[in-house]
T-cell receptor
Framework: GAGVSQSPRYKVAKRGQDVALRCDPISGHVSLFWYQQALGQGPEFLTYFQNEAQLDKSGLPSDRFFAERPEGSVSTLKIQRTQQEDSAVYLC?????????????FGPGTRLTVL | GQQLNQSPQSMFIQEGEDVSMNCTSSSIFNTWLWYKQDPGEGPVLLIALYKAGELTSNGRLTAQFGITRKDSFLNISASIPSDVGIYFCAGGALVDSSYKLIFGSGTRLLVRP
């Protein structure tokens, strides 16, 4: 079955480059989440969409991070002027229901390495 | 901010043994979820708990939502090699006026055949 997919799976960027990470949620899922997972740690919340509306972006670490979901389906997480501390796995999750309390289904993640 | 203390950090057990891991917090959570993550993959949901005191099983896995709403445990019975992975607890709570899932730092499970 079609789960959450993310692309690219791996991205290497030079410091200062801009990157764009894509998430394709499960079809029909209302809610979409982005998380950042540092090595050896659990995922940390970045931002939450309900359909096309970004309801919570309190976890974005700086104004270099920007996420969008213009048609309420595919989402893109953009990081401008990447820094070494941005190196992490970026996970996308979707949920069929509204609100963060409902079960979230994760994609495989994009591993970003900033040199 | 709110934090979850997940323990143990790692376990190395013999195949067939039972496993227990838990998460505690000084804060109250409204939801507890348990996930398993394999290398290079995203977390996969194992069990979701929505009520204090709730005890739920999924095959050899059993999890409970603590009555104080500040803790949860996950038990795995009769472990097998494919149980190897990292297990995360996640608590749902109101943080900074917004509901979020807060993840523990994980329990790495290794199973010796």
């Amino acid at each position: 079955g079609a789960g959450v997919s993310q692309s690219p799976r791996y991205k290497v960027a030079k410091r200062g480059q801009d990157v764009a990470l894509r998430c394709d949620p499960i079809s029909g899922h209302v809610s979409l989440f982005w998380y950042q997972q540092a090595l050896g740690q659990g995922p940390e919340f970045l931002t939450y969409f309900q359909n096309e509306a970004q309801l919570d972006k309190s976890g974005l670490p700086s104004d270099r991070f920007f996420a969008e979901r213009p048609e309420g389906s595919v989402s893109t997480l953009k990081i401008q002027r990447t820094q070494q501390e941005d190196s992490a796995v970026y996970l996308c999750a979707s949920s069929p229901a509204r609100g963060v309390y409902n079960e979230q289904f994760f994609g495989p993640g994009t591993r970003l390495t900033v040199l | 901010g709110q934090q979850l203390n997940q323990s143990p950090q790692s376990m190395f057990i013999q195949e067939g043994e039972d496993v227990s891991m838990n998460c505690t917090s000084s804060s109250i959570f409204n939801t507890w979820l348990w996930y398993k993550q394999d290398p290079g993959e995203g977390p996969v949901l194992l069990i979701a708990l929505y009520k204090a005191g709730e005890l739920t099983s999924n095959g050899r896995l059993t999890a409970q939502f603590g009555i104080t709403r500040k803790d949860s445990f996950l038990n795995i019975s009769a472990s097998i090699p494919s149980d190897v992975g990292i297990y995360f607890c996640a608590g749902g709570a109101l943080v900074d006026s917004s509901y979020k899932l807060i993840f523990g730092s994980g329990t790495r499970l290794l199973v010796r055949p």
